[in-house]
């Protein structure tokens, strides 16, 4: 997700408070993976502070640029904790395993929170990674035909934004609005027929041309050779349907004014940071820099939406 600088680029948080919350994915295997900005000979504690962070892509280079900066400037010794099942980093932080973790957004959170009765919180954002609508015959979406076929992933979390996506390009209209919990079933007026694929497939689909236009994750349109020119729409990261999908540190709730964590969350924003998660994201990552308190309080209303969607 994986998946934030300066205050050149720094803005508040957007006008959005009507957000949302669900659910990610996977299987599970943990391995430990410590990275250290410098060397203390005793494993970084040394006069100084270890903090350990859950992540799910621990390989990636600019880690290690952001443990080296952790340890020039905040004195503290990351090591980071890598996780192959996104089930896992919550509870870990919960149990004191982790001090913070960075894999998921306020969406994912919301929904930990509801089904696990817990409180962890959000202490900084730091990217939107934009859901595309492709199509390879259609340069805009106003171009393609009243009952065409368009596909959206048919697991939850994709489904509900790529809805919203199809909704902010006119395709459709979903009951009161939508939310992250809308399914096919919310859809109110439709200009185009909506079909649920597994979110591998929906790429192959576009290909074969079963389909006129499909909502396609990053990584599978990578996969599958989708051309950049061949996404004729994508969610706005400033909108409101966007909001709940930023990517954030999180803390259990006891710690949220903790000064280092608040500094490692910032650390993020700098700028030998941001451009390596451009090269490992392909520059699809949309930074963003909200005030913790911010962050908490869009955390609340897609919390409380995702209990009273548990409740329907």
């Known amino acids: 997700m994986s998946e934030p600088q300066l205050p050149a680029r720094k803005r508040s948080l957007w006008p959005w408070i009507a957000a949302i919350a669900a659910v990610v994915v996977v299987a599970a295997v943990v391995v430990v993976a410590v990275t250290r900005g410098g060397d203390d000979g005793d494993g970084g504690s040394a006069g100084g502070r270890t903090v350990r962070i859950g992540v799910t892509d621990a390989a990636q280079p ?7 900066l952790a340890k020039q400037r905040l004195n503290v010794t990351v090591a980071f904790v890598n996780f192959n099942d996104y089930s896992q980093p919550n509870p870990a932080l919960k149990e004191k395993q982790l001090e913070l973790n960075e894999f998921q957004h306020v969406q994912y959170l919301a929904n930990y929170n509801a089904t696990a009765h817990d409180d962890l919180q959000p202490i900084g954002a730091t ?9 390879l015959n259609y340069t805009t979406p106003a171009a393609i035909p009243a009952g065409a076929k368009v596909a959206v992933p048919n697991d939850a979390i994709n489904q509900a934004r790529g809805l919203l996506v199809l909704q902010a390009a006119g395709l459709v209209t979903l009951k009161n609005g939508g939310t992250a919990f809308s399914s096919t079933a919310d859809i109110a007026t439709k200009k185009v027929d909506v079909v649920t694929l597994d979110a591998s497939q929906t790429a192959g689909a576009l290909k074969s041309g079963s389909v006129a236009a499909a909502i396609v994750n990053n990584n599978y349109a990578t996969s599958a050779g989708l051309p950049k020119t061949a996404a004729v729409f994508q969610d706005d990261p400033a909108s409101a349907s966007a909001a709940p999908y930023v990517n954030i540190f999180v803390v259990r709730a006891a710690d949220k004014a903790d000064p280092t964590y608040l500094k490692l969350a910032e650390l993020y924003h700098d700028p030998a940071v941001e451009q390596g998660v451009q090269q490992s994201n392909g520059g ?5 820099q909200v005030a913790p308190a911010e962050l908490q309080s869009l955390l609340k209303t897609v ?3 995702a209990v009273a969607a548990g409740k329907k």
């Open 127 to 135: 990217a939107v990674y934009p859901l595309p609508l492709y199509s």
């Open 303 to 305: 919390q409380d939406q």
């Open 62 to 68: 600019y880690w290690k640029t952001y443990a080296d």
């Open 284 to 288: 699809t990552a949309v930074f963003r």
